[in-house]
């Protein structure tokens, strides 16, 4: 399959707490997106990052790239109620995006 | 600035009948892209519209699924006969560019639920 996968699969956290969620990827890609998609809504994307950087942050958001093991991270620092979403990282695919499993992240106030 | 809509955001049908989902893109997004959650699995790619021609249809499952995209506005996508295994949640998403680096704007989903 070419399809990404994330883990874990789901992640249950308190407020206040950092979660961590991983992404592998089969094939080379030119960048990878991270996405979140509450509960009845669409994806929203949350970062880009390019194969030819190694970490990217943004707000409480801190994204890894390590290329050579075919894997991204994503960290959401100090977690919120409000951050209780699916993330999907998405590598590219010359005119497509390919998106992996989700990780379902529950975070109880 | 309107978003990408879907249209219904909920169809339950019976198996063998015919359901039609259509997608308005953000307006002047030439990029049109159809994809499918099943049941929890991974968002499947299923076709790439650029204007109204057809980019990139690999990922439609058969020839029960037809896509059009008339005068490079809005799509649909009809299913007919619906089967079982047609059901999930059906994502539409927009771009203006193409290529490497391009982020999608998605609509929320039309849940389909074939009985």
């Known amino acids: 399959s070419q399809q990404g996968e994330e883990d874990p699969q789901a992640l249950s956290i308190q407020e206040g707490e950092n979660a961590t969620m991983n992404c592998s990827y089969k094939t080379s890609i030119n960048n990878l997106q991270w996405y979140r998609q509450n509960s009845g809504r669409g994806l929203v994307h949350l970062i880009l990052i390019r194969s030819n950087e190694r970490e990217k942050h943004s707000g409480r958001l801190r994204v890894t790239l390590d290329t050579s093991k075919k894997s991204s991270s994503l960290l959401i620092t100090a977690s919120r109620a409000a951050d209780t979403a699916s993330y999907f990282c998405a590598r590219d695919n010359t005119d497509k995006l390919i998106f992996g499993t989700g990780t379902r992240l529950q975070v109880f106030p | 600035e309107a978003g990408v809509t879907q249209f219904p955001s909920h169809s339950v049908i019976e198996k063998g009948q015919t359901v039609t989902l259509r997608c308005d893109p953000i307006s002047g997004h030439d990029n049109l892209y159809w994809y499918r959650r099943v049941m929890g699995k991974e968002i499947k790619f299923l076709l790439h519209f650029v204007k109204e021609s057809k980019q990139d249809e690999s990922g439609m499952p058969n020839n029960r699924f037809l896509a059009e995209r008339t005068g490079g506005t809005y799509s649909t996508l009809k299913v007919q006969p619906a089967e079982l295994e047609d059901s999930g949640v059906y994502f539409c998403?927009?771009?203006?560019?193409?290529?490497?680096?391009?982020?999608?704007?998605f609509g929320s989903g039309t849940q389909l639920s074939v009985l």
């Open positions: 998403a927009s771009s203006q560019e193409m290529g490497a680096g391009e982020k999608l704007f």
